[in-house]
């Protein structure tokens, strides 16, 4: 399967150049988390060239919200949602509400988190870029492949909502040999979120308990959880472990800076993990993790998950690639290369 790396700042012409030109019989599919309906390329080419067959399905947080939770959306970002949904041809679809509508449901828990871009069967996902202008400048990918199966998932999830987490904690199917999409539906066990499960993580563990070499990972936070403790257990053992996340420094919400600027505390006093703390020009929001054993086979992960624990307990419904197809990883290794190493 040819699966190619693109930058969050290729997003949007790449999806408006294939609404555009795309054969009759090709419906568009778009779904986000978080939206922002002012002065966005994406937004205005599905109201330029939509069709009725297509869907916008935005998750509840980015419906209420828009682009972060302040609180408050700005009476024009209120405006230009209507405009949206007065003149876009298809279906405005909301992922939700949750069962029990209350801020907390809506901005911390069961949130999903998916992100993807489709014409036809042409895809981009399994990355972070969110439909929103501030997202396509970030240090971020998405994938641009072909599947069909990966579309009727895609659809599936929205039809469903939260109800797909009744169905189970996720999937996993193949692409080919070498590429394989994890699904988390994101299904918490109780109110209290003990013993999720999630797809994504377990696996990523699963490949990370045989003897490695290095192993390089991106994140939007300060690693923490049982993938640090890991981690922190390879570094003992003499494994070259890089992990890029943002300065706390870097996030907007108050909550979320105090809680990165305590982890960023707990793993200076520690040195748990090779955390890169150094400040890039732009955030970053690339989730990705390669890994080189120490017979020489490489295995990566991209997606929308951040690996780290405390998404699991909130439920997010995520996806992301496992591939060891050599071609794909050596992309991901160029864009760390060019975007994050040296910062």
Same mark, same amino acid.
Request: with cysteine; aromatic share 8%; glycine share 8%.
């Given at each position: 399967?040819?699966?190619?790396?693109?930058?969050?700042?290729?997003?949007?012409?790449?999806?408006?150049?294939?609404?555009?030109?795309?054969?009759?019989?090709?419906?568009?599919?778009?779904?986000?988390?978080?939206?922002? !309906?002012?002065?966005? +390329?994406?937004?205005?080419? &599905?109201?330029? #060239? /939509? $069709?009725?067959?297509?869907?916008?399905? @935005?998750?509840?947080?980015?419906?209420?919200?828009?682009?972060?939770?302040?609180?408050?959306?700005?009476?024009?970002?209120?405006?230009?949602?209507?405009?949206?949904?007065?003149?876009?041809?298809?279906?405005?679809?909301?992922?939700?509400?949750?069962?029990?509508?209350?801020?907390?449901?809506?901005?911390?828990?069961?949130?999903?988190?998916?992100?993807?871009?489709?014409?036809?069967?042409?895809?981009?996902?399994?990355?972070?870029?969110?439909?929103?202008?501030?997202?396509?400048?970030?240090?971020?990918?998405?994938?641009?492949?072909?599947?069909?199966?990966?579309?009727?998932?895609?659809?599936?999830?929205?039809?469903?909502?939260?109800?797909?987490?009744?169905?189970?904690?996720?999937?996993? !199917?193949?692409?080919? +040999?070498?590429?394989?999409? &994890?699904?988390? #539906? /994101? $299904?918490?066990?109780?109110?209290?979120? @003990?013993?999720?499960?999630?797809?994504?993580?377990?696996?990523?563990?699963?490949?990370?308990?045989?003897?490695?070499?290095?192993?390089?990972?991106?994140?939007?936070?300060?690693?923490?959880?049982?993938?640090?403790?890991?981690?922190?257990?390879?570094?003992?053992?003499?494994?070259?472990?890089?992990?890029?996340?943002?300065?706390?420094?870097?996030?907007?919400?108050?909550?979320?800076?105090?809680?990165?600027?305590?982890?960023?505390?707990?793993?200076?006093?520690?040195?748990?993990?090779?955390?890169?703390?150094?400040?890039?020009?732009?955030?970053?929001?690339?989730?990705?993790?390669?890994?080189?054993?120490?017979?020489?086979?490489?295995?990566?992960?991209?997606?929308?998950?951040?690996?780290?624990?405390?998404?699991?307990?909130?439920?997010?419904?995520?996806?992301?690639?496992?591939?060891?197809?050599?071609?794909?990883?050596?992309?991901?290794?160029?864009?760390?290369?060019?975007?994050?190493?040296?910062?």
């Amino acid at each position: 399967m040819n699966i190619s790396v693109v930058s969050a700042q290729q997003v949007p012409n790449i999806f408006v150049n294939r609404l555009k030109n795309r054969q009759n019989n090709e419906t568009a599919f778009v779904t986000s988390m978080s939206a922002w !309906f002012e002065s966005n +390329p994406i937004i205005k080419g &599905l109201m330029e #060239y /939509g $069709r009725p067959k297509d869907i916008f399905a @935005l998750d509840y947080f980015g419906h209420r919200h828009g682009m972060i939770p302040t609180g408050v959306m700005k009476k024009s970002h209120k405006a230009a949602r209507r405009e949206f949904q007065e003149n876009f041809p298809g279906s405005y679809v909301v992922m939700g509400p949750p069962p029990s509508v209350n801020l907390t449901n809506s901005t911390i828990l069961n949130r999903c988190h998916i992100k993807a871009y489709a014409v036809g069967n042409k895809v981009l996902s399994l990355g972070g870029v969110n439909c929103v202008p501030a997202s396509y400048g970030f240090i971020d990918v998405m994938l641009d492949f072909e599947s069909d199966i990966f579309v009727r998932r895609l659809h599936e999830i929205a039809e469903k909502g939260v109800h797909i987490r009744k169905v189970g904690a996720g999937e996993r !199917f193949s692409l080919d +040999p070498l590429n394989e999409i &994890l699904i988390d #539906y /994101g $299904r918490r066990n109780n109110c209290l979120g @003990l013993g999720n499960k999630s797809i994504i993580m377990d696996s990523l563990l699963d490949d990370l308990r045989r003897s490695i070499k290095t192993a390089t990972l991106s994140s939007t936070s300060v690693p923490s959880g049982r993938l640090d403790s890991m981690l922190a257990k390879h570094m003992k053992k003499g494994a070259d472990i890089t992990f890029y996340a943002n300065h706390p420094s870097k996030f907007r919400l108050p909550l979320s800076s105090v809680y990165e600027r305590w982890l960023a505390q707990a793993h200076a006093l520690k040195a748990k993990t090779a955390w890169i703390d150094k400040r890039p020009d732009k955030f970053n929001h690339l989730k990705t993790a390669v890994i080189t054993y120490k017979s020489g086979q490489k295995v990566a992960y991209v997606g929308s998950h951040n690996f780290h624990d405390l998404h699991v307990w909130a439920g997010n419904a995520e996806v992301c690639l496992r591939t060891t197809d050599l071609r794909v990883i050596g992309q991901l290794e160029g864009f760390i290369a060019k975007n994050l190493s040296g910062v």
